[in-house]
T-cell receptor, first 114, second 115 residues
Framework: GESVGLHLPTLSVQEGDNSIINCAYS??????FIWYKQESGKGPQFIID?????DKRQGQRVTVLLNKTVKHLSLQIAATQPGDSAVYFC?????????????FGQGTILTVHP | GAGVSQTPSNKVTEKGKYVELRCDPI?????LYWYRQSLGQGPEFLIY????????DSGLPNDRFFAVRPEGSVSTLKIQRTERGDSAVYLC?????????????FGPGTRLLVL
């Protein structure tokens, strides 16, 4: 089955630095990837997504890179702010008819120090 | 507009009791999802509705768990004979349409504690 994993469970950065959060996936047939941000006491919030026909997608202060060769994606946050402190998850939709099912990674805890 | 809402925000119950958790999706969203999140873990899929019907309930852990969406809007997750291992945050999400690339919008969750 599908699985996603994260290389580092925690990341601590200084305000203004750039942050990079990594995620590995196992199914080479995966064709769509999503990043969510979850603040303490809240539900996951959609940040950005990317389809497998792209290797890079940019949003506001965030960039997602996809390397299908090594089945790896990363989320880059530019000029990290204290409000970016949260847990970040990558997620992959299931294949076949179970397309409503997202599989989440364990998450990376990002802490931004002022 | 209003996002996904869930009630109650917190629920404390005793082992063996029955609980109901409610989800109000974003108005007009036809697909609704339930996930469970244990401490320090990512959300785990439970069940997914298209309209009134459960399109995929493969994530429900056992027959103590049941969910309904009788009118295609509000959904209720029901847990019978609760066990301490059921303690978790139960998250609900909705999307405008069913589909792999449809963005799922999550509610704040219900924190269930079984004593």
């Amino acid at each position: 089955g599908e699985s996603v994993g994260l290389h580092l469970p925690t990341l601590s950065v200084q305000e203004g630095d750039n942050s990079i959060i990594n995620c590995a996936y196992s199914n080479s047939a995966s064709d769509y990837f999503i990043w969510y941000k979850q603040e303490s006491g809240k539900g996951p919030q959609f940040i950005i997504d990317i389809r497998s026909n792209m290797d890079k997608r940019q949003g506001q202060r965030v960039t997602v890179l996809l390397n299908k060769t090594v089945k790896h994606l990363s989320l880059q946050i530019a000029a990290t702010q204290p409000g970016d402190s949260a847990v970040y998850f990558c997620a992959v939709p299931a294949g076949g008819t179970s397309y409503g099912k997202l599989t989440f990674g364990q998450g990376t805890i990002l802490t931004v120090h002022p | 507009g209003a996002g996904v809402s869930q009630t109650p925000s917190n629920k404390v119950t005793e082992k063996g009791k029955y609980v109901e958790l409610r989800c109000d999706p974003i108005s007009g969203h036809t697909a609704l999802y339930w996930y469970r999140q244990s401490l320090g873990q990512g959300p785990e899929f439970l069940i997914y509705f298209q309209g009134t019907g459960a399109a995929d309930d493969s994530g429900l852990p056992n027959d103590r768990f049941f969910a309904v969406r009788p009118e295609g809007s509000v959904s209720t997750l029901k847990i019978q004979r609760t066990e301490r291992g059921d303690s978790a945050v139960y998250l609900c999400a909705s999307s405008l349409r069913p589909g792999r690339v449809e963005t799922q919008y999550f509610g704040p969750g219900t924190r269930l504690l079984v004593l």
